[in-house]
């Protein structure tokens, strides 16, 4: 349960670095082989040569290693390159309101202004393209920011040739960056894959069974199934393949646990006011699925009126507040003339959600709604190419854990929180010390859907906005209060995680029906040994 | 006096009712709830037990029914049948039947249909589909509504009688099964003065047949039924005999009037 | 044992007669008068009569298991809709050639998702016995499983009505997928016929009908006489107090079990009859809240009483054809009210408003 957590995050920290760091000072240019007669001239050469010759022109000026040339190759690449009608002069133009501004592309000086009609696009076709995005690859490998230069070498492993082994050979002891290291010994363990005899493409193939990148499996499978190739080397491809396949999978594994342990934190949010309510007041809610759905649309409200960047901060409290409200109006107009009547507890408040549910329907729409999602969590940390983390699930783990740790804080450190302690675990004894058992039950019943409401806000990031919302989870939260016993936050804490993570587990391997069948009947025979839970409470107030 | 004295020695057929329970003892927790606790009971014997709260007598009843294992001790039941080695469930087939403190009829179930409920018979489920009361179950229902004095209300939902009724529906529930020893825990609390007398015959009337263990606090109650008496004390026997015996018994009254 | 009587359970005397009334009259009514007159009952309110009598069928079997013993089974509508599936298999086979693919064997769907055979679990479905047998068979095995897991361990109270939810609720996901083999999520229509009676035959719907009228009392009945014979005593025991009720001797958990096994079956024949009448079943049968609404009605109506639950049923399915004809908005609404008046303010039902209380303190 937990372990698997630990597990999944002592991976991710071994495994190569996550791709954000500063950029380094560059350490050496890019080697220079012979300088061709006029790299400029073969610029301006671009925009009559055909498409053969620009491809030799192309070699030309990036073999020159002008400062410029990566520039020039990139604009040819993604069309600014163009031929001004006017003088047939080569010129970089780039978009400038409705016009272009023109500069040129060896010395960057301004050219002024043109329009559409001024100018005219240096033809390229996909031979060409590929050529210039290894030669602008090429070109990249000493660029200052590490990043670009492990792209670069990324680049590089689809086209490897000799002349590109070679600079990446040469680059190799001049690298200082680890990361980078790395990816050019790939690129050069692919190379040698290709070429070279025998005894060194089974110690590249060897080399390459660590990787995961997907154009090493591509190659590798190949190679393995290529019928020219020597038995041993096939069969020494065949095992890399193997192994690099099973890394893969570990990470895979590694993914689906993430996503486990973030279907587990939303459980989390959802469940643990449900253990809340039923723990101290021995009340089944079956509305509680429509408080995570009020939590989802006031997002969604929040969104309209403020800029999505600050809607979460806005929407978290708001959320809250909204879905707490409810909550302790439901318990004063309907709930409490329902006491010590679980099964009718549940009824009536499986009312109340049919009515919740069509009020969102008629209010908003039956349509599902989408919530976006602010710039600072969107995108993902990317641990290496078979395992990238998401950064808006990240983001709702460690909140999740946030609200518990600050929900055992309230618990036990504020006045109020002793005495939805003390109600839980003995009412009457509770109740003669003064305490007002009710109005610590509506309050209760408030923070319980307060949580709820804000495990809304968090479930709006990962999925679309509905009025069904709620319903979808609430099965899944129940289930969770079930295993997990209401005695004991922790209970509710492993036992979301644990459901998180097995649910997703399971999925891949038998599908995500059968994944909560297997689970359901887990859980079934789990109470027959324990039917009160992970951890029961131990007091007078569960029994219904 | 020792317990050899108090009854005349029964034939064979009754040798069924008779307890020993040696030498045991429970703790929860580290708390000693029997200690070293040793009593026999003869067979047909009316005893009661008494004791201040906490003493045991609860504890006790809990391990003669199976409800409780003992951490040492042994308890057989007539010659043979040793009750730490069967279930609750085994130790009701055997004959031992208990009669709880607070009043549990089926309220909704009329008196007719509780005591239908407790006879002796097939409890199995295909059984009670087709079951249709003999001549022989009739007059034994007859009989223990006389016994229990509710025979005018035998149609009357069980909810709805008076909390001692209720108390006599249960003994008349308990007698039914037939059983060779009858625990029964406090049956007089809640009941009016004349209930309690009622409840003296009824318990009066019971012993003999079967082996009866009252637990009491009411002395007067205790008074008017017990030939013999057993004082617990913390978990253990403090003192055993007749009434006269105890009350003049100098650690009795230290016990009881010394906290 | 017998019928019940006026004087001694006037409910359940009306009860039967109003279906011996209405199996013979709405038959009539439909088939010997001309369609204009303004006695007859169109084809459509004998099948919706039909259905009401299917479900209140159903209402029944939910109130032996609830109202008697006290389990609240939130999932009832499974076993319901496994029933359907049953029937509705037998009736996709007996489509034969007429299928839109004019397959004789493959059922239209399967041929549409290119399978080649058919699947072992829909062998011997062709003959009407067979179907009979799994009609009974398949809600009753699972309730013998689902039962004998959760009772064995003492699941009770909220905690098993929430299993059983979870129960219907991962039905539905299976069903849902089309590779299982039942439907996917169009589930088996375009029946042809039933026995060689073509299911658009007015005489057919009303022989439905009629079976179904039968079913109901045939069901009333036979609750009846479980829960008036020392079973059923011992149900009430269990429901009320099931500790005392073990301590007794009773084995609890065989008598919940069998109880519930029971309440499956008649409520998988109840979606039998169901499906031949609507002339569809799908997954949607499965749905979590289809088993709630089941327990409104026997709620509504009055447990614990058996012809306050077919009272109910009616009367609730009653309103919700009313209601979502005219403002289906406002169906979901009143359906909630409903839960929220019944459990606050009508404890009793319905039945519980005229009858004399025999009060309990």
Known sequence: ?????????????????????????????????????????????????????????????????????????????????????????????????????????????????????????????????????????????????????????????????????????????????????????????????????????????????????????????????????????????????????????????????????????????????????????????????????????????????????????????????????????????????????????????????????????????????????????????????????????????????????????VLRFTRFGLELRAVSQNRAMARALGVRSARVDALTFGLGAGIAGVGGVALSQLTNVGPNLGQAYIVDAFLVVVFGGVGNLWGTFTAALTLGVANKLMEPVVGAVLAKILVLVFIILFIQRRPRGLFPQRGRAVEA | MSIDDAEAPLSRDHHRGALFVEAVSVSFDGFKALNDLTLYMDPGELRCLIGPNGAGKTTLMDVITGKTRPDAGEVFFGDRIDLLQLSEAQIAEVGIGRKFQKPTVFEQLSVRENLALALKQDRRVRATLRARLTGSERDRMDEAAVLIGLAENQQRLAGTLSHGQKQWLEIGMLLLQEPHLMLIDEPVAGMTRGEIERTAELLQALAGERSVLVVEHDMEFVRSIARHVTVLHQGHVLAEGSMAQIQSDPRVIEVYLGE | MGLPTWRQEPGGFALLVVLAIVAVLVPLLNLALPVDSALHVPNYTVTLLGKYLCYALAAVALDLVWGYCGILSLGHGAFFALGGYAMGMYLMRQIGERGVYGNALLPDFMVFLNWQELPWYWQGFNHFPFALLMVVLVPGALAFAFGYLAFRSRVSGVYLSIITQALTFALMLAFFRNDMGFGGNNGLTDFKELLGFDLQAPTTRAGLFVASALALAGGYLLARAVVRSRAGHVLIAVRDAESRSRFLGYRVEHYKLAVFVLSAVLTGIAGALYVPQVGIINPGEFAPLNSIEMVVWVALGGRGTLYGAALGAGVVNYLKTVLTGALPEVWLFFLGGLFMLVTVALPLGLVGLRARRRSVA
């Not at chain 1, 002349?163 to 363990?189: H, Q, T, Y």
């Not at chain 1, 070429?195 to 154009?215: C, F, M, N, Q, Y």
Request: aromatic share 6%; proline share 5%.
């Open chain 1, 1 to 409: 349960m937990l372990f698997l957590a630990l597990v999944v995050f002592l991976c991710a920290l071994r495994a190569p670095q996550i791709a954000a760091a500063e950029p380094e000072p560059a350490v050496v240019a890019p080697d220079s082989p012979a300088v061709p007669a006029d790299p400029a001239a073969a610029v301006q050469a671009l925009a009559s040569g055909g498409l053969s010759a620009n491809a030799q022109l192309v070699r030309q000026i990036s073999d020159a290693g002008a400062p410029w040339a990566r520039s020039v190759l990139q604009g040819l690449l993604d069309g600014t390159l163009q031929t001004r009608r006017a003088d047939g002069r080569v010129v970089l133009a780039n978009v400038s309101g409705d016009a272009f501004e023109l500069t040129d592309p060896v010395t960057g000086e301004a050219l002024g202004q043109a329009s559409h009609a001024d100018l005219k696009r240096i033809p390229i076709n996909n031979t060409l393209r590929t050529q210039l995005n290894g030669l602008i690859a090429r070109l990249s490998l000493a660029d200052p920011d590490p990043r670009q230069r492990r792209a670069a070498v990324r680049a590089l492993f689809e086209t490897l040739d000799a002349g590109s082994a070679d600079l990446l050979r040469k680059r190799r002891p001049l690298e200082n960056d680890s990361g980078v290291r790395a990816a050019i010994d790939i690129a050069l363990a692919l190379s040698d894959l290709a070429t070279g005899e025998d005894s060194v493409r089974i110690a590249a193939a060897r080399k390459l069974a660590t990787s995961v990148e997907p154009v090493v499996r591509v190659r590798l499978g190949a190679v393995a199934d290529d019928a020219t190739q020597v038995q041993e080397v096939r069969d020494e491809a065949r095992r890399a393949l193997a192994r690099s396949e099973a890394r893969v999978s570990l990470y895979r594994g590694a993914e689906m646990a993430f996503f486990g342990l973030s279907l587990g934190s939303v459980l989390l949010l959802a469940a643990i006011g449900l253990a809340i309510t039923f723990g101290v007041m021995g009340v089944i809610n079956m509305a509680h699925g429509e408080f995570l759905m009020l939590g989802a649309y006031t997002a969604f409200v929040v969104q309209q009126w403020v800029p999505v960047d600050w809607s979460l901060p806005v929407a978290i409290p708001l959320a809250f507040v909204v879905a707490g409200a409810a909550g302790v109006l439901l318990e004063r107009c309907l709930i409490r003339f329902l006491y010590g009547r679980p099964l009718e507890t549940l009824l009536a408040t499986f009312g109340v959600s049919l009515i919740l549910q069509q009020l969102v329907r008629s209010v908003f729409s039956p349509l599902n709604r989408q919530v976006a999602t602010p710039s600072w969590m969107s995108g993902s940390v990317e641990i290496n190419p078979a395992l990238s983390l998401t950064l808006n699930r990240l983001y709702i783990v460690v909140f999740s854990v946030m609200v518990f740790v600050a929900l055992q804080a």
